[in-house]
């Protein structure tokens, strides 16, 4: 089983921006996933191997950019114009992508690796 470690997360202000860090192989395909209180976990974005799918919820679509760094090996999830309902746990996973329609985590049984706490509140 393959758990990810995310950072980046804090509590920011609506509107404002963060940048989530996940160590992992830039090179696999990668999702990041959140889970908001009471709630189960769903796919924010994600992004194939080789970069030729990317998928962004519509929650997030337009705020949100995917990229990674091959040097440092690191996967970033960029959320600008950060509303309350962005707060929730955000986890980067082994994913599969299906087009920019949808993905998931490639091993629901796996669970999850260490997350990071997003608060957006004035």
């Known amino acids: 089983q393959v758990h990810f470690e995310a950072s980046g997360g804090g509590l920011v202000q609506p509107g404002g921006s963060l940048r989530l860090s996940c160590a992992a192989s830039?090179?696999?395909?990668i999702g990041w996933f959140r889970q908001a209180p009471g709630k189960g976990h769903t796919g924010v974005s994600c992004i194939s191997s080789g970069d030729a799918m990317i998928y962004y919820a519509d929650s997030v679509k337009g705020r949100s950019t995917i990229s990674r760094d091959f040097t440092d090996n690191l996967t970033y999830l960029q959320l600008n114009d950060l509303r309350p309902d962005d707060t929730a746990v955000y986890y980067c996973?082994?994913?599969?992508?299906?087009?920019?329609?949808?993905?998931?985590?490639?091993?629901?049984?796996?669970?999850w690796g260490q997350g990071t706490q997003v608060t957006v509140s004035s």
């Open positions: 830039a090179y696999a395909s």
């Open positions: 996973a082994p994913a599969t992508v299906f087009g920019s329609q949808y993905c998931e985590p490639s091993d629901a049984s796996a669970g």
